[in-house]
């Protein structure tokens, strides 16, 4: 990312001071940009969700836009600055949110469901929705609205806070787990020394409870912190 003309970028004190959220669509020096910072978030997006997330270069994204790669930090300080944007774009997609007019479990695990299928749109999500700096207005759009369906329980705002957090935790190893299935961990190893571990692979499948398990972590989850 050393290709950027130094008088289009921020300084590192200024983007450290102001989100990307607060910051001006683009710099105020050079000439007049052929690409708004919207066309940029949406052409990384769909690099990510075809070639993953590594291949989200801000060189990559400006080839995708037939721009060079120098030309972006007239909008973004850095990959970072972009990663934020990419993710917040999506979560955005979690709207229109469900009404939590009725149970309010009910409400939060349709959340929780909605959560599972936007990460398997975008698989890429795992790994960015971690960093604190991704949380913009879309993301705090959505957290307010989880509060507003927990209004009703009695519980202490730092429960429902940690609430939340475990429920997207549960919703991100999901979908890890899912992006992973298929794979045979321990195939080719001698499990002769883990009698009650080899034991338990060799039992035939229960049948399917009736709440999957998704639902049932979720609402354990949930039920346990809150009530």
């Not at 291949?55 to 909008?75: C, E, H, K, Q």
């Not at 299928?117 to 698989?123: G, K, Q, S, T, V």
Request: a negative charge.
């Amino acid at each position: 990312m050393n290709d950027a003309p130094a008088n289009s970028r921020p300084s590192g004190s200024e983007a450290r001071r102001t989100p990307i959220w607060s910051r001006p669509e683009r710099g105020t020096r050079g000439p007049a940009p052929a690409h708004s910072r919207d066309a940029i978030v949406e052409a990384a997006i769909a690099l990510a969700d075809t070639e993953g997330l590594a291949a989200v270069t801000m060189r990559a994204v400006a080839t995708a836009l037939g721009t060079g790669a120098g030309s972006l930090y007239r909008y973004l300080s850095s990959r970072d600055d972009l990663l934020d944007l990419m993710t917040d774009r999506v979560v955005g997609e979690l709207r229109p949110y469900p009404e939590g007019d009725g149970d309010w479990l009910d409400a939060m695990l349709e959340l929780a469901r909605r959560q599972l299928a936007l990460y398997r749109r975008h698989p890429w999500l795992v790994e960015v929705l971690h960093r604190t700096s991704a949380i913009g207005p879309e993301g705090l759009a959505w957290f307010d609205h989880c509060l507003g369906i927990l209004d009703p329980v009695p519980a202490g705002a730092t429960a429902k806070f940690e609430a939340i957090a475990m429920m997207t935790g549960v919703v991100s190893l999901f979908a890890r787990g899912e992006a992973a299935a298929g794979s045979v961990p321990f195939a080719g190893l001698d499990l002769t020394a883990y009698p009650h571990f080899a034991a338990a692979l060799s039992r035939p499948a229960p049948p399917a409870p009736e709440r999957d398990l998704f639902e049932r972590a979720v609402r354990g989850i949930l039920t346990g912190l809150l009530t």
